[in-house]
């Protein structure tokens, strides 16, 4: 019996995912977490602990050098509101293209008796412009960015991506209406609107910044719903006060973009939504289980993505350092102990590697001194059998 741990509200739905192997919230030395918000950086990680699923995508929530070395496998649940963030990206293109936020404060304003009269004499100070013919430039096509692409194609506008490192997967779910261009440079020159789906990380950090914004076209509509300081908010506040760029959205406030004109500040509502709340919990809840029960990586941020298929009686999985003579130290161990090995896969990611062994034999009583033998490796961080079920 498996006992997983959930936090910030992880829905119902999430957990009727969980089969009669789990039990939810029933002791403070879990297998699991499943959580979504909770700040677990400066959290004592229990040693009972095997895994963190992040219901979202960012996991800058999560201690990941602490885990790893604790052997805790750290996922998160991609693309779960990526439908989410695409319709509150279009919304407010539409809401800047037709200077809605303006013409409701103007509403507000101006509520006395001849508001009809005033509001025909004056509505043409909001005039604004259609989606339909102009070019609109994506940063980023991985879950969020390719549909946001296609969907700005269905409202009739012209796209053009830009991802160096976009996935052969990812790639399918692209119409091929989305022109590819080279460098951020050619994405953002004459487009009306620009908008980064791009994960945090050294790479990333101010990847649109003076240099970029002016090369943007003039009156340009800028959007940042993926993580704050991907856009460089000194910068963008600079090009709305020289008139660069005529709106900027972002899902990440700080104070140097409070209470500027023509910067809109969403609270982090981007994955808010009660569908991507559900999809989060559910996937999540897969994610553990198929953590637990096989050991597949998939979605895994602090390991190698793996996914090997569970065929034999038995399943050891080892996390350790990605050091030479690893694989010969544990198939040495496994070896001196007369079980035969029907499969094994190494992969590494960075400084952590992952092995996993498939036996057909191994008794229960000779499991404890295996993963004894296992822990006595030095390099190795945790070593997990897992029975067929």
């Known amino acids: 019996m498996y006992e997983v741990k959930t936090f910030n509200a992880i829905t119902q739905a999430g957990l009727d995912t969980f089969t009669d192997d789990f039990e939810i919230n029933q002791t403070d030395q879990p297998d699991a977490y499943l959580i979504r918000s909770v700040n677990l950086l400066q959290a004592e990680l229990p040693d009972s602990l095997q ?127 989305v022109k590819r261009v080279d460098s951020i440079k050619n994405a953002v020159k004459n487009a009306d609107f620009v908008t980064v789906h791009v994960p945090k990380n050294n790479e990333t950090i101010g990847l649109l910044s003076t240099k970029e914004i002016t090369e943007m076209k003039d009156g340009a509509v800028l959007f940042n719903y993926s993580r704050i300081g991907i856009v460089d908010n000194k910068a963008a506040v600079k090009a709305i006060r020289n008139q660069k760029i005529s709106h900027y959205c ?33 996937q999540g809840a897969n994610t553990v289980m198929n953590y637990l029960e096989e050991g597949d990586t998939t979605h895994c941020v602090n390991l190698p993505n793996m996914q090997v298929p569970f065929e034999t009686a038995y399943r050891v999985t080892v996390i350790h350092q990605n050091v030479p003579n690893m694989v010969g130290q544990i198939s040495t161990q496994i070896a001196n102990r007369g079980i035969n090995i029907e499969n094994m896969a190494n992969a590494a990611k960075e400084k952590v590697a992952y092995t996993i062994i498939d036996v057909d034999d191994l008794q229960e009583k000779d499991q404890s001194a295996l993963i004894a033998a296992l822990d006595g490796i030095k390099e190795v961080y945790r070593v997990r059998v897992i029975k067929h079920r």
């Open 51 to 177: 895994t963190i699923v992040r219901a979202g995508a960012g996991v800058n929530n999560v201690p990941l050098g602490r885990a790893t070395t604790k052997g805790i496998a750290v996922f998160n649940t991609p693309g779960s509101n990526a439908n989410a963030v695409k319709e509150l990206v279009i919304s407010l293109m539409i809401a800047t293209a037709r200077n809605l936020f303006e013409a409701h404060n103007y509403s507000d304003e101006h509520t006395e008796a001849d508001v009809s009269q005033r509001t025909e004499k004056d509505k043409t100070k909001f005039n604004g412009t259609e989606l339909a013919g102009k070019r609109l430039a994506v940063i980023g096509l991985g879950n969020v960015g390719s549909l946001v692409a296609n969907a700005a194609l269905s409202l009739g506008m012209k796209v053009i991506g830009y991802d160096p490192y976009l996935s052969a997967n990812a790639a399918w779910r692209i119409n091929n209406r």
């Open 250 to 282: 972002t899902d990440f406030g700080e104070p140097i973009i409070a209470d500027q004109e023509k910067i809109t500040i969403t609270p982090h509502i981007g994955g808010s939504t009660l569908e991507a709340e559900t999809n989060g919990a559910v």
